[in-house]
């Protein structure tokens, strides 16, 4: 049973284009995240995410999007996607509070052409 | 405002050998902070956390890590490397002030030789 899982694992696509990337996580926590690794392994916080609140890393572009249709889903819609946007995206989630440590998913490789 | 900052992006050491790999925080506040690896093509996995109870902390794999305040200092450490210790190591930092999120350093890739 996968604890946090995203699809697809590979998104190759056109610059222009729109495209969305799912995750669902069955932990029953509360807070969701999604994190992009750049070519050099940085990981960068873009969003995190609990039904209360929807925090922003303000150097994230607004044609970046999370979609949480219930606790246990945060979709990323990207819109007008741009050659720099190629990266690995990784899904996570955690409970709030203090201490609790956050679970990844696998990660979605997206190329754009 | 809460960061960490790995000293070295790449360590090598010879199978058998001890690793440290070492990362500094910087908090306002008390932080949590964790250590994850990362296998080549695959998500990150916890091998330990500090939640401000014991300082030395056991992960998983053999590795463990020491919190010093005095030094700002939470670096990760295990006896003898194995081949299998080969990946990338990620220190992290949290606090609830911050919305619980999670502010990763650089990494440090890990080589071991036969």
């Known amino acids: 049973d996968t604890a946090v899982s995203q699809t697809p694992k590979y998104l190759v696509t056109q610059m222009g284009n729109d495209k969305s990337i799912k995750c669902e996580q069955n932990l029953g926590h509360d807070t969701m995240y999604w994190y992009k690794q750049d070519s050099k392994k940085f990981l960068k916080i873009m969003f995190s995410y609990n039904n209360k609140e929807l925090i922003i890393n303000e150097t994230v572009p607004n044609r970046f999007s999370p979609k949480s249709p219930d606790k246990a889903h945060l979709n990323l819609h990207i819109n007008s996607l741009e050659l720099g946007d190629s990266a690995v995206y990784f899904c996570?989630?955690?409970?709030?509070?203090?201490?609790?440590?956050?679970?990844f998913g696998q990660g979605t490789r997206l190329t754009v052409v | 405002a809460q960061s960490v900052t790995q000293l070295g992006s790449h360590v090598s050491v010879s199978e058998g050998a001890l690793v440290l790999l070492r990362c500094n925080y910087s908090s306002s506040v008390p932080p949590y902070l964790f250590w994850y690896v990362q296998y080549p093509n695959q998500g990150l996995q916890l091998l330990l956390k500090?939640?401000?109870?014991?300082?030395l902390v056991k992960g998983i794999n053999g590795f463990e890590a020491e919190f010093k305040k005095s030094e700002t200092s939470f670096h990760l450490t295990k006896p003898s490397a194995h081949m299998s210790d080969a990946a990338e190591y990620f220190c992290?930092?949290?606090?609830?002030?911050?919305?619980?999120?999670?502010?990763f350093g650089t990494g440090t890739s890990l080589t071991v030789i036969p």
């Open positions: 996570a989630s955690s409970l709030t509070g203090g201490g609790t440590e956050a679970f």
């Open positions: 992290a930092v949290s606090a609830p002030v911050t919305g619980n999120q999670f502010y």
């Open positions: 500090y939640t401000s109870a014991a300082t």
